[in-house]
């Protein structure tokens, strides 16, 4: 089957191919801004869901195709956060996430097309991340590296921003925009195996 990515992001991209599958990527070029709902897990889910249709009315109708949208914001104090979009709104972020715990959400929405038909599924994925308590200093270097400005909640795990970050609850994929296990049973719901996408790449 091809699995297709409606992604911009270099990690999600990573994540699935580490896991073994070999997807494509397009970008979908939905604006964000235009979405609002106060329900971050809402908020997400509507934003991955326009993701993937955005996508999907470019690649269907055709048969053994999935197409995979994600959204990803923290949540702190019941306040959602996006990506800061430059180091000074970066700095100012982590102002506010040193020495907390905040929540992050991925919102997925996946369309399987198979046999002429398609069936469709939204779920969301929740992770608790542990951030450290930084010094003004270290803030301001975290910011200078420019990781953090274009990342949801302003943070990685996997780049400069890991040692920033002293333990997660929940799904460690999530943490870098893309639940794996749920994705899994996502496809389990709507008919497809997991193992069935390890087939090599054409």
């Given at each position: 089957?091809?699995?297709?990515?409606?992604s911009a992001s270099p990690a999600r991209l990573?994540?699935?191919?580490?896991?073994?599958?070999?997807?494509?990527?397009i970008v979908s070029d939905v604006d964000e801004?235009?979405?609002?709902?106060?329900?971050?897990?809402?908020?997400?889910?509507?934003?991955?869901?326009?993701?993937?249709?955005?996508?999907?009315?470019?690649?269907?109708?055709?048969?053994?195709?999935?197409?995979?949208?994600?959204?990803?914001?923290?949540?702190?104090?019941?306040?959602?956060?996006?990506?800061?979009?430059?180091?000074?709104?970066?700095?100012?972020?982590?102002?506010?996430?040193?020495?907390?715990?905040?929540?992050?959400?991925?919102?997925?929405?996946?369309?399987?097309?198979?046999?002429?038909?398609?069936?469709?599924?939204?779920?969301?994925?929740?992770?608790?991340?542990?951030?450290?308590?930084?010094?003004?200093?270290?803030?301001?270097?975290?910011?200078?590296?420019?990781?953090?400005?274009?990342?949801?909640?302003?943070?990685?795990?996997?780049?400069?921003?890991?040692?920033?970050?002293?333990?997660?609850?929940?799904?460690?994929?999530?943490?870098?925009?893309?639940?794996?296990?749920?994705?899994?049973?996502?496809?389990?719901?709507?008919?497809v195996t997991w193992h069935d996408l390890w087939?090599?790449?054409?």
């Amino acid at each position: 089957m091809r699995l297709i990515l409606a992604s911009a992001s270099p990690a999600r991209l990573e994540t699935l191919r580490r896991a073994g599958t070999h997807p494509s990527a397009i970008v979908s070029d939905v604006d964000e801004s235009a979405v609002n709902l106060d329900d971050i897990e809402d908020l997400t889910s509507e934003l991955a869901r326009l993701k993937a249709e955005a996508v999907a009315a470019q690649v269907l109708p055709a048969d053994d195709v999935i197409v995979v949208g994600c959204d990803t914001m923290l949540e702190v104090d019941g306040r959602p956060y996006g990506k800061p979009g430059s180091p000074q709104a970066a700095a100012r972020l982590w102002q506010r996430l040193s020495g907390v715990t905040g929540r992050l959400v991925t919102g997925h929405h996946v369309i399987v097309s198979v046999d002429g038909q398609e069936r469709r599924a939204t779920r969301t994925a929740v992770t608790l991340v542990h951030f450290a308590d930084l010094s003004d200093s270290e803030m301001a270097a975290y910011a200078a590296t420019g990781e953090p400005e274009n990342v949801a909640g302003g943070f990685t795990i996997d780049g400069y921003g890991g040692p920033f970050v002293t333990g997660i609850e929940g799904d460690p994929h999530n943490v870098v925009g893309i639940s794996l296990p749920l994705l899994r049973m996502m496809l389990a719901d709507l008919g497809v195996t997991w193992h069935d996408l390890w087939s090599p790449a054409s």
